[in-house]
Nanobody, 120 residues
């Protein structure tokens, strides 16, 4: 099993920045990719950004150029840096990890979620 614990959410004004952290523990050797999803009220959960063990990254079109995913292997932690935040970025953000060939596109593990609220 893998445990994921997020931190760093909060309330910020439009144009501001936040950084989310996700610390992984447990059988982390089984993970081949990690990422961040978000879910806004009344909407489906969507993949925001992913990063493989090899360091390859991918982003949703809506966040390209504004969000950056990174990892610190020594700390077993993945980060999501969010700049130029918009009200439409408001959502619960979930850390996710995958161990199958589909990686973070079909996560096997989820964090508990952290709220990000962007005010106009």
């Amino acid at each position: 099993q893998v445990q994921l614990v997020e931190s760093g959410g909060g309330l910020v004004q439009a144009g501001g920045s936040l950084r989310l952290s996700c610390a992984a523990s447990g059988s982390i050797f089984s993970i081949n990719a990690m990422g961040w999803y978000r879910q806004a009220p009344g909407k489906q959960r969507e993949l925001v950004a992913g990063i493989t063990n090899g360091g390859s990254t991918n982003y949703a079109d809506s966040v390209k150029g504004r969000f950056t995913i990174s990892r610190d292997n020594a700390k077993n932690t993945v980060y999501l840096g969010m700049n130029s935040l918009k009200p439409e970025d408001t959502a619960v953000y979930y850390c996710a990890a995958g161990r199958s060939r589909w990686g973070v596109n079909q996560p096997n593990y989820w964090g508990q979620g952290t709220q990000v609220t962007v005010s106009p």
